[in-house]
């Protein structure tokens, strides 16, 4: 599949009339780096780290970590890596902690609540992000911020970090970029002092989904059942564009959905300009943005939205029929 779009590897994702489109991969494993390259991603827009915390059977260490860390920048070279600190609990349970007993596991204690709840853990992470990156750019991205107080702390830790390993003889990153997931909806009604503070902003989509319409992502009698391209979800999606637009946040998506062409179209109608997908899926969602006109989409969407339907996808549908 990939061959398929290989002319297009090396073009920007312009959609027909601009903008561009920024399309950044997913990865959480070395292996995975050798995609940027085939894929034709700008960067990893999502370097998911719980890979190593769940393989092993303790808590790995800041060395082997730092090694980690350190080879996966060194393979993306000049493209840029957000790295996302661990996002464990919920559905990724790891061997050596004490299993909790928790009723809602994805409402639980889970991801940046148990960062901060253990300091330590999160704290090591970043010590060995922050060597990792040896004078490099380095990008850090919190899991699971519900509310702006978590994203100042775990920022806070950060810098503490910084200044130790400072004092402490190690070379500091180049620059440093501190964003957010939003993947609870309280996010995004969020302090505006939120929005300044992040560097950047990337929406979880697949989180994000679960608790806008309150359905469980792995329950299978659910997870089908609130489409993605409906016009409420769009919405909300459209007001966390606004929001991040007034205090110029750089915005991303990172979900899932990025991955699909048609809804990758209608999120860069709403004004994302930045996704970041699962390497196979660059190739689709380029070719279709470079054929889509986006005030098209904009008007598509308007118009469903005073139409009255549920999801613009039948619309959109036809759309990409007329498109040929
Ligand atoms: C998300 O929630 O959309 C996301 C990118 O993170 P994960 O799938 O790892 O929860
Ligand atoms: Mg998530």
Redo the contacts with the bound molecule.
């Keep these: 599949a990939q061959e398929r779009y290989a002319s297009i590897r090396r073009v920007p994702a312009t959609t027909v009339y601009g903008p561009t489109i920024a399309l950044h991969m ?1 990865a959480g494993l070395m292996a995975d780096l050798p995609s940027l390259k085939s894929s034709g991603a700008e960067g990893v827009g ?1 370097f ?1 780290t ?1 890979l190593q915390f769940l393989v092993r059977n303790k808590v790995p260490r800041r060395a082997e970590l730092a090694a980690l860390y350190a080879r996966v920048m060194d393979a993306a070279g000049e493209r840029p890596v957000v790295f ?1 600190t661990l ?1 464990i609990g ?3 349970v790891l061997p050596y902690m004490k299993p909790q007993d928790e009723p809602n596991p994805a409402l639980g204690w889970r ?1 940046i609540r148990v960062g901060l709840d253990r300091k330590g853990v999160l704290r090591m992470q970043l010590q060995a992000l922050i060597r990792a990156a040896n004078g490099r750019p380095l990008s850090v991205m919190f ?2 911020i519900a509310q702006y107080e978590e994203f100042s702390e775990a920022r806070r830790h950060l810098l503490d970090q910084l200044e130790r390993e400072e004092a402490m003889g190690h070379v500091l990153p180049e620059s440093i970029e501190i964003g957010a ?1 939003l ?1 609870t909806p309280s996010l995004a009604f969020a302090p505006r002092r939120f929005f300044e503070e992040a560097d950047f902003i ?9 608790f806008f319409f309150a359905a469980d ?1 792995e329950n299978e009698l659910v997870r089908r059942r609130y489409d993605t391209l409906n016009l409420s979800f769009l919405t909300f999606l459209e007001g966390i564009v606004r929001r991040c637009e007034e205090t110029r946040t750089p915005l991303s998506f ?4 990025a991955g699909r062409p048609l809804e990758a179209v209608c999120f860069a109608a709403i004004g994302f300009r930045s996704l ?1 997908m699962r390497p196979a899926s660059i190739g689709p969602v380029k070719h279709l943005l470079r054929r889509s006109n986006l005030e098209e989409v904009r008007d598509l969407i308007q118009d469903a939205r005073q139409s009255g339907v549920q999801s613009v996808r039948a619309d959109m549908m036809e759309w990409l029929g007329d498109l040929g």
């Design positions: 997913n999502l998911r719980e996302r996002d919920s559905d990724k991801a899991p699971f997931m993947e990337s929406v979880g989509g697949n989180d994000l989904k679960q992502r990172c979900g899932e959905d970041s």
